[in-house]
């Protein structure tokens, strides 16, 4: 079964740091670009960053740039987020996906996983 | 940047219904059109990709419609599974969403 399972969510303090885990599955994971969006409570979807296939190349919604950082382990089948310097409204649902590698859709997602920065 | 709006933001109907939701790109995207349904507490899932072509697995109900600027997503016969929220996507881009829930 082709599945996406995030990990590392949590509460944590303002200017904290956290690290969010995203195991891949089912499929080829080397073979795709891969996504973090995130969804704050009762909001819309928000892409955060993406990473090609050999993870030499990122990208960063401006919101996030030079806090978050894009990264792979395609021996591990895993992808991360590591998130510095957090603020209140990094508070979202984080979810990983996969880029369907046709059309710029994600075709798989992760569950998501929580992260609520509050002092 | 591209900016998409999606109309309209709620939408009220019942079990039977044809339903539509249209998205609008601030500028041409071609046919880089996604949309995806979510329920609460669930993630987003891919129904329809560059505009109009259904992902596997998507019931037929389903179809997209579009180019340019001007897209829909239209449901034929809306179902009990189908109150959920759709979002339209153009690369990293996201709609504000359409609740679509019971009249």
């Known amino acids: 079964e082709v599945q996406l399972v995030e990990s590392g969510g949590g509460l944590v303090q303002p200017g904290g740091s956290l690290r969010l885990s995203c195991a891949a599955s089912?499929?080829?994971?080397?073979?795709?670009?891969m996504h973090w969006v995130r969804q704050a409570p009762g909001k819309g979807l928000v892409w955060v960053s993406r990473?090609?296939?050999?993870?030499?190349?990122?990208s960063y919604a401006d919101s996030v740039k030079g806090r978050f950082t894009i990264s792979r382990d395609n021996a591990k089948n895993t992808l991360y987020l590591q998130m510095n310097s957090l603020r209140a409204e990094d508070t979202a649902v984080y979810y990983c996906?996969?880029?369907?590698?046709?059309?710029?859709?994600?075709?798989?997602w992760g569950q998501g996983t929580m992260v609520t920065v509050s002092s | 940047d591209i900016q998409m709006t999606q109309s309209p933001s709620t939408l009220s109907a019942s079990v039977g219904d044809r339903v539509t939701i249209t998205c609008r790109a601030s500028q041409s995207i071609s046919s880089w059109l996604a949309w995806y349904q979510q329920k609460p507490g669930k993630a987003p899932k891919l129904l329809i990709y560059?505009?109009?072509s259904l992902e596997s697995g998507v019931p037929s109900r389903f179809s997209g419609s579009g180019s340019g600027t001007e897209f829909t997503l239209t449901i034929s016969s809306l179902q009990p599974d189908d109150f959920a929220t759709y979002y339209c996507?153009?690369?990293?881009?996201f709609g504000p969403g359409t609740k679509v829930d019971i009249k």
């Open positions: 996906a996969r880029d369907q590698g046709i059309s710029d859709a994600f075709d798989i």
């Open positions: 089912g499929f080829t994971f080397s073979s795709y670009w």
């Open positions: 560059k505009a109009s």
């Open positions: 996507q153009f690369g990293v881009t």
């Open positions: 990473i090609n296939s050999d993870g030499s190349s990122t």
